[in-house]
């Protein structure tokens, strides 16, 4: 007997062949049958406890298993409250389906409960929006799994008429075949294989893009042939080891740590941006060079629309194939070229610059995790004066090791993510660092990592204060107003949420707490207790 699909069932099948098994959401009534069929198609769907979190447990699951992220949300306050996440997820270029039910067009000429135009709240923060209709729905599915995983990744959004979920529909088997890696013209590759046999103080700049393509085998090959020193973005950390004699370390949102980077930089007579996007970076980035007494060669999926910075040579390419063309038949390069010794001073200004010795403040809760945790540990950021401080001094041997958001860079997604990281890897310690503020905007999602008997560690930087704001309120000299937090007992809400909660004041204490949190079966938050002033001159 043959088996009688629903459009719902079409959509659902086609996300499993796209790698996805966990759907994430707060269901109303309006996606119950699409609900039903991710979970007939093989996809386990996990009830959060706000939209915007069950966005990013699904990209901190993404981390592991590279599939899109899937966010299930109602018609109207449903879709909206998801709105941060999707945007982060199109700033971040993190695939994502974002699923709404919505009542039926003819339904909606006269029926206006918690109806709006989906479609126009998500144009801005989507590379497409699509209505299923039953008669396509596998050409809907399918475009909308290849727009959402094409260079550069992002979300696609569905809207799911009601009745339309429950319709007959015919999956066909569409796919589009993924484009083939392309390289740069001949003459291009000629001009760029010229300016690398000539650099006499060459530097790169690895980003986001690089990290979305895999690249690091390709990157790291292409480096040591030639002996270029390296910067990363936050994003791409780890793509080559952290210990790494080229690496020079991250870049992103310190000035602290800008001002070793930028001289040495502009110092260079070969810049490569080797899938950097400038959406991670502050404005001290815009326009660092200049292309016409610095040669730049610039490798991106997509042409330069930001004009943060201009290049010489603009490659609208796949890295891999690139650096390979790049390298072919040119004799490897015997150690750093560079006349003087920069990058190396360069590298131990920067370690003197973010010390790990501290007796206690931020810098000590990041070294002595760093410490104390096992190497292969899987880390989170939220956003705030912590994230900056970490991104410098987190050392990372492996890509995604530390992951954020860098691109939107929102508070409230490091402890959902975490709750993502340890579900799709139970076996790895994972923690999540927020600052107090952040951790009570999704502390309620303590209850799924409760639920799903997971047990991430949640460090809190507890400084009673927007710590970020109120050190830019204090440099320019303004009164204090409307960024201090009250002390709460961040550990209690641990506790009443079912896991284990502890409140640490040096470093002895969150060592302990840390060992103790590593041999529970349960989550852990750990309540790091320090004095508001503690990231000044720090980052």
């Not at 973010?354 to 104390?372: K, L």
Request: proline content about 7%; overall charge negative; some cysteine.
């Amino acid at each position: 007997m043959t088996e009688t699909l629903r459009a719902a069932d079409v959509l659902a099948r086609r996300l499993y062949a796209a790698g996805c098994r966990h759907a994430f959401g707060m269901p109303g009534g309006e996606v119950l049958t699409l609900v039903d069929a991710l979970v007939k198609a093989g996809i386990q769907f996990h009830l959060a406890k706000h939209e915007n979190a069950a966005g990013f447990i699904g990209e901190g699951l993404h981390h592991a298993d590279g599939a899109p992220v899937i966010l299930v949300a109602t018609l109207g306050p449903g879709a909206l409250n998801g709105v941060n996440v999707v945007a982060n997820a199109h700033q971040d270029r993190v695939p994502m389906l974002v699923l709404t039910g919505c009542v039926d067009a003819s339904e909606a000429q006269s029926y206006t409960h918690q109806v709006l135009d989906h479609p126009a709240v998500f144009a801005p923060i989507t590379k497409a929006s699509f209505r299923l209709e039953a008669e396509v729905a596998d050409i809907i599915a399918d475009k909308a799994v290849s727009l959402a995983c094409a260079p550069r990744n992002g979300p696609v959004h569905i809207d799911v008429p009601i009745s339309v979920a429950d319709q007959p529909a015919r999956d066909r088997g569409v796919r589009q075949a993924p484009p083939a890696p392309t390289q740069p013209a001949p003459a291009a590759l000629s001009q760029a294989r010229s300016w690398l046999a000539q650099a006499q103080r060459p530097v790169a700049i690895i980003g986001l893009d690089a990290l979305q393509e895999n690249a690091g085998p390709e990157i790291r090959a292409f480096l040591e042939h030639h002996q270029i020193p390296f910067v990363t973005s936050y994003k791409a950390k780890g793509i080559l080891p952290e210990t790494h004699a080229l690496c020079l370390g991250a870049a992103g949102l310190s000035p602290l740590a800008d001002t070793h980077l930028l001289p040495l930089i502009q110092r260079a007579d070969l810049i490569l941006g080797l899938g950097y996007d400038p959406i991670e970076m502050r404005p001290g980035w815009r326009n660092i060079w200049d292309p016409a007494a610095q040669r730049v060669i610039d490798i991106t999926p997509e042409a330069n629309s930001h004009y943060m910075h201009q290049a010489s040579l603009a490659f609208v390419a796949a890295l891999k194939p690139t650096l390979a063309a790049l390298t072919q038949d040119s004799t490897p390069t015997s150690g750093i070229t560079w006349p003087c010794a920069s990058p190396t001073e360069v590298k131990t200004a920067l370690a003197e610059a973010f010390p790990s010795h501290d007796d206690w403040g931020p810098a000590a809760v990041i070294a002595q995790c760093r410490d104390s945790l096992p190497e292969n540990t899987l880390a989170t950021a939220d956003s705030g004066a912590h994230r900056i401080l970490l991104s410098q001094m987190w050392q990372c041997n492996a890509p995604r090791a530390l992951i954020q958001s860098s691109g939107l860079c929102t508070m409230g997604c490091a402890v959902p993510m975490a709750i993502g990281r340890k579900l799709a890897d139970p076996d790895r310690p994972v923690v999540s660092f927020s600052g107090d503020a952040g951790f009570l905007m999704v502390a309620g999602d303590l209850a799924t990592a409760a639920e799903l008997g997971l047990a991430p560690i949640f460090v809190v930087f507890a400084h009673a204060s927007l710590a970020l704001i109120d050190l830019k309120q204090r440099q320019r000299q303004l009164p204090n107003a409307g960024v201090d937090l009250a002390r709460h007992d961040f550990a209690a809400i641990g506790r009443a949420f079912g896991g284990n909660g502890v409140t640490v004041r040096n470093r002895d204490a969150l060592d302990k707490a840390l060992q103790q949190a590593l041999a529970s079966d349960r989550f852990t938050v750990i309540s790091a207790e320090i004095e508001p002033g503690g990231y000044d001159g720090r980052i």
